[in-house]
């Protein structure tokens, strides 16, 4: 009777033990026109599901083009007493920096053009001519618009349409981030329409969290991968057309259209696909959307002047080959 209770006792104690350790949460859900994850590891119980749901709702309400009531909408139709959020504000500020850095190539004004062309999915490519393209770039250029010390927009013509979408994944992201550190949890890994943050390890394997680049000459039916990194304590976000990358059936030339911001074109870019590390998700996914419209080689010259950046550019070359271009840190995390 002693060793059952005994044995009982340390059956009892051993359980103990290990719940006290951090455990696995992982939570699925769709938000912001996209699918999300996020996975964790923690001793302490917190409602995470409330704080995710109450993130992606103020998040939407201040910066979601297709809420009608949202902040942003009721800009763009014309408001202009809008005192905006911290989050706006924050975007906001973000994305002048990008703007500057990228010499206008990430341009959140860029929308107008974007409707213009028919860019998207299964949709066929306008071609507006120069009469049009001249009116509408009257409303490109995001310093055309003014954050004033009221937390109000300010713009130069009422019609400019602002979209912070390019980097409101990354940057939603990073709020989610933000919340988790705010509970001492040490490892983790987001994810929102394949844009990423991690933290830590994935304690389960006792490995680093791993992340598949796709390859973007994969096809409707089979996902193929590119390359596979270790990604820890940093972010990546990835821009490109996968799938939806054009061959002219003259020429054979591979190609993605891209609208140049500052002439209102659209133009053949040889950049296929651009991930991008950066220390936060926001800065991350605004990177990734610029080097796509700059182009290879502009790319190259625009990190040369970044700090704490890596990348991995899918590219075609002038033969038309898709080949790789790896910065130095990002060679560093391939695992393939």
């Given at each position: 009777m002693k060793k059952i209770t005994a044995l009982f006792f340390l059956v009892l104690f051993s359980i103990s033990?290990?719940?006290?350790?951090?455990?696995a949460n992982?939570?699925?859900?769709?938000a912001l026109g996209t699918t999300y994850q996020v996975k964790y590891f923690s001793s302490e119980d917190f409602n995470t599901e409330k704080a995710l749901d109450s993130i992606f709702k103020v998040i939407n309400t201040s910066l979601s083009t297709y809420q009608d009531d949202s902040d942003i909408s009721r800009i763009n139709a014309g408001a202009e007493d809008v005192v905006v959020d911290v989050h706006f504000q924050k975007v906001f500020e973000l994305s002048k920096k990008i703007f500057k850095e990228s010499n206008g190539y990430f341009d959140p004004t860029v929308g107008s053009l974007v409707n213009a062309y028919g860019f998207g999915?299964?949709?066929?490519?306008n071609e507006p001519d120069k009469a049009m393209l001249d009116s509408i770039r009257q409303l490109v250029g995001f310093k055309k618009v003014k954050l004033t010390d009221e937390n109000t927009i300010q713009k130069e013509n009422p019609n400019i349409y602002l979209d912070f979408n390019a980097i409101a994944k990354g940057y939603t992201i990073d709020v989610i981030a933000e919340y988790l550190d705010s509970k001492n949890v040490e490892n983790y890994l987001i994810e929102l329409g394949g844009?990423?943050?991690?933290?830590?390890?994935n304690i389960e394997n006792e490995a680093d969290w791993m992340i598949a680049i796709d390859n973007p000459q994969q096809t409707?039916?089979?996902r193929t991968l590119q390359t596979v990194l270790a990604l820890k304590n940093r972010a990546m976000a990835t821009s490109g057309n996968y799938r939806k990358f054009r061959v002219d059936t003259t020429t054979g030339e591979r190609f993605v259209h891209t609208i140049n911001p500052?002439?209102?074109e659209a133009e053949?870019?040889?950049?296929?696909?651009a991930s991008v590390l950066a220390e936060n998700c926001t800065l991350a996914d605004g990177y990734a959307t610029a080097f796509m419209a700059l182009g290879y080689e502009k790319s190259l010259e625009m990190l040369e002047e970044l700090e704490n950046v890596d990348v991995y550019f899918i590219y075609a070359d002038e033969q038309e080959s898709m080949r790789v271009f790896t910065s130095e840190g990002f060679e560093e995390?391939?695992?393939d």
């Open positions: 033990c290990k719940d006290e350790g951090p455990q992982t939570y699925t859900g769709n999915p299964d949709k066929p490519l844009e990423l943050v991690a933290k830590g390890q409707e039916a089979e500052l002439t209102g053949k870019s040889d950049l296929l696909s995390m391939l695992r």
